[in-house]
């Protein structure tokens, strides 16, 4: 009987996934070899949303192309907004197009987009597209050159409809979580805290056990993407005081999170500690521990709940991890003023800010 054990312990240490002599940082080291080696087969967003995030940790200029590639993307669709979507009627055309892409999908977080956004679809065009485009192009110092044109558009709509709004806030909570915080950094209209406020009213601790999967995800992903985007993305610390309730939350569920939740969240929960410089946190031994027992060493890299190892599609939940288990530290950058080499050649249609 002894030997059947020591047979069978022995053959879990050869599964993917058994990592007794592995660091976290080895462990972070395959899965950037995997994305590092094929990261230019990645469309732009992709490989922009890798590169920036690993630029932020490292300040290592291999990333500098990545990060002109997430530039270039910024300039064209703000080119695009400036010269051929700021009208009511360009935006509504535009925003239409863009619901039809919920009609087909089936999926309860589609669904729900479909359901509460086509009442409102100016907000795909206002808060999914233009004001992510803009945030970026501020965190780089740039901004676009009918900056002016493009804050007027924004004036025009009053974000408290869609951010105190609870369906959508079960449709989209870390997309508004994102959008509110760019509003301010962009110094335009202020609903963080009213937003924070609809956000709890939606989803009190006590209704956890109501959640399916879907809802109880959507709610993890709206807390991770307050301390997210409280942190301009990985660029400043946090202070915990000031997302007291998040941070108490996390440690007190942290065990249901990690039985409910997929992996890109599990690192996310994670990665809101060390923002907060709290890395002998045992929420972060936890996730670390349930990410690297996640990845796949064969393949390099963290598979999808449905054990999918497509690149382009696992690049977010992936970068994620390589953070989380080799956190380095937070900074402001690329900038222009600071990295000037990384935008030696600035694309067309930003200018200084």
Do not use: C
Request: hydrophobic share 40%; proline share 3%; charged share 25%.
């Amino acid at each position: 009987m002894r030997q059947q054990i020591l047979a069978f312990v022995l053959g879990l240490a050869l599964l993917p996934g058994a990592f007794a002599d592995t660091s976290y940082q080895e462990s972070a080291d395959i899965i950037k070899e995997t994305y590092e080696t094929q990261l230019y087969t990645l469309s732009a967003f992709k490989a922009g949303h890798y590169g920036l995030r690993m630029y932020r940790q490292t300040l290592d200029d291999k990333y500098a192309a990545a990060v002109w590639s997430d530039m270039a993307r910024v300039a064209s669709r703000l080119n695009r907004f400036a010269a051929e979507v700021h009208t009511p009627e360009q935006i509504l055309l535009h925003s239409e197009k863009r619901i039809a892409g919920y009609l087909d999908e089936t999926d309860e977080r589609s669904v729900r987009r479909y359901n509460i956004t086509r009442h409102m679809p100016e907000y795909l065009y206002l808060g999914v597209d233009l004001l992510g485009s803009m945030a970026r192009a501020n965190e780089y110092g740039l901004k676009h050159k009918d900056d002016a044109k493009l804050r007027q558009v924004i004036r025009r709509y009053d974000f408290n409809k869609y951010a105190t709004n609870p369906e959508m806030i079960e449709a989209w909570a870390a997309q508004l979580a994102n959008q509110v915080f760019w509003l301010r950094q962009l110094g335009e209209q202020d609903v963080v805290e009213p937003f924070i406020k609809a956000f709890r009213e939606t989803y009190p601790d006590e209704k956890d056990k109501a959640l399916n999967t879907q809802q109880y995800g959507n709610k993890l992903y709206g807390l991770t993407h307050i301390i997210f985007a409280d942190s301009a993305y990985y660029q400043y610390r946090v202070d915990e005081k000031q997302y007291q309730w998040i941070y108490d939350y996390f440690r007190e569920n942290i065990d249901t999170i990690l039985l409910r939740a997929k992996e890109d969240i599990i690192a996310e929960v994670g990665i809101s500690f060390l923002l907060a410089g709290l890395e002998d946190d045992p929420v972060v031994e936890k996730t670390r521990d349930a990410i690297q027992k996640a990845l796949h060493k064969d393949k390099g890299m963290i598979p999808s709940v449905r054990g999918d190892f497509d690149l382009a599609y696992g690049e977010h939940r992936n970068v994620l991890a390589i953070m989380l288990l080799d956190w380095q530290k937070v900074n402001p950058a690329p900038t222009v003023t600071s990295q000037p080499k990384v935008f030696s050649s600035v694309p067309y249609g930003l200018v200084a800010k």
